[in-house]
């Protein structure tokens, strides 16, 4: 769905030509020759439906070499490297929970990047974008109106090697019943409709979250103190 949309704008060149909702909207669903071979050297089918899920990716090993260059990059950073981010929100159950702070020292304790925060008070066509994939499903309109029921969100892009897939592990399984202690959902949480936060589940997804509640102007280019001891491979 969103690929059509942002990422073969987003993989013209840098993050820069990145566009948010608005203008991607209004823009071609054609995918250009060059991007469709880029994809298909990086090994991945960015029309594939269901939405890009990393578990069932064949991923490059990071610094083992692979050629960087054939790897998509949008306002996601470039997959599989440690430029990768992932859109991380905190919903309002975490927010009234009042464990904020523990959830952001688990990103930064992993050594991922903190690229961008803020607290939001969605809007429901916000909302309704974000889970847009979801719009068939019974519990939609219960949905929509909890993460837009007046308590904040907190918005969020962390940045660093397979940010997505680990942020996804560190998340846990989507019902916390079945998120392994260790998991911030199943440390924290016991309903599906409750369940902390949120997570990119694929560089797709990744990229129209971070696009849909980020302005480019926003996400911070910086290299923290422990960054390259965090980051190398030998
Ligand atoms: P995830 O948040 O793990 O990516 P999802 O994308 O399938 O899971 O669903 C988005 C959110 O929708 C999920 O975090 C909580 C809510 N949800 C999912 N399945 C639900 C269900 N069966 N009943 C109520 N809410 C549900
Ligand atoms: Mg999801």
Redesign the pocket.
């Known amino acids: 769905m969103f690929a059509r949309l942002a990422i073969p704008n987003a993989m013209r060149g840098t993050a820069r030509s990145f566009s948010t909702r608005a203008g991607a909207a209004s823009r071609s669903s054609r995918m250009p020759l060059a991007l469709a071979a880029t994809v298909a050297v990086a090994g991945i089918s960015l029309y594939a439906r269901p939405s890009l899920h990393l578990e069932q990716i064949q991923r490059p090993i990071v610094g083992a070499g692979s050629d960087v260059s054939s790897r998509p990059t949008t306002i996601a950073g470039t997959f599989t490297t440690p430029s990768e981010r992932s859109f991380i929100m905190i919903k309002p159950d975490g927010v009234n929970r009042q464990i904020v702070g523990k959830i952001l020292t688990r990103f930064e304790e992993r050594g991922y990047k903190l690229v961008a925060i803020k607290s939001v008070l969605p809007s429901k066509e916000l909302a309704r974008e974000h ?1 847009g ?2 719009a068939s ?1 019974p ?1 939609f309109g ?2 929509i109106d909890y993460i837009t029921g007046g308590t904040p969100v907190i918005a969020m892009v962390w940045e660093g090697k397979d940010v997505i897939r680990q942020g996804r592990n560190m ?1 846990g ?3 916390p019943l079945q998120a392994l202690p260790g998991s911030i959902r199943g440390d924290y949480a016991v309903s ?2 409750r ?1 902390i936060i ?2 990119s ?1 694929g560089f797709e997804s990744a990229t129209k979250e971070i696009g849909l509640w980020f302005d480019e102007k926003e996400l911070a280019s910086y290299t923290p103190a422990a960054w390259e001891q965090v980051m190398a491979d030998n």
């Open positions: 889970y994939d979801l499903k519990f219960s949905l998340v399984a989507t019902n599906v409709g369940n949120h997570a589940d």
